[in-house]
């Protein structure tokens, strides 16, 4: 019997790590990528084969490729230096957790962004950030020890600051 998983429990397990991996993949609108994923994640949903790792995995995918495809949308349309700017304040940026964690992540290549966040926001295994960036587990682990690295580095350099 093939068991039937429901989008909306899936949107809410998931969508607050997605949103969190494509705010750090400095994705230009993350809630309007996040609602592209997920609209497909409820169509494409009743194809997945496997236990919640493989929808989890199959999820962060999406979003990857989703991330993949507006930074090369982004890149090929000119910026537009003479539009109307609106009269109301645009809402302040969200931020990933504090203010030193996203100054210290600014400080990774995009790569190492990447992989840390689909380790640790994500909650995926080495393997299967293996599989979605395409990458040996090898490469992945020497990535993540480089930027688990440069991150105590900053965070370090950071607290000797403020003393």
Not at 37 to 48: C, G, I, K, P, S
Not at 113 to 124: C, G, K, N, P, S
Request: charged share 30%.
């Amino acid at each position: 019997m093939v068991e039937r998983r429901d989008a909306g429990d899936v949107y809410r397990a998931l969508a607050p790590a997605v949103l969190s991996y494509l705010r750090a993949q400095r994705v230009a609108e993350p809630e309007d990528v996040l609602g592209e994923v997920f609209l497909q994640v409820a169509r494409d949903l009743h194809r997945v084969r496997g236990d919640d790792l493989a929808v989890r995995k199959w999820v962060f995918t999406l979003a990857r490729n989703r991330a993949i495809d507006e930074a090369r949308r982004r890149a090929r349309r000119p910026a537009m230096a003479d539009c109307a700017i609106p009269d109301a304040e645009a809402p302040p940026p969200a931020q990933l957790a504090d203010v030193e964690l996203e100054g210290a992540l600014d400080q990774l290549t995009p790569d190492q962004r990447e992989v840390l966040t689909l380790r640790f926001v994500a909650d995926l295994s080495l393997e299967a950030v293996a599989s979605i960036t395409h990458r040996s587990v090898g490469a992945v682990k020497a990535m993540q020890h480089r930027a688990l690295a440069q991150l105590a580095q900053a965070v370090s350099r950071e607290a000797q600051a403020t003393l």
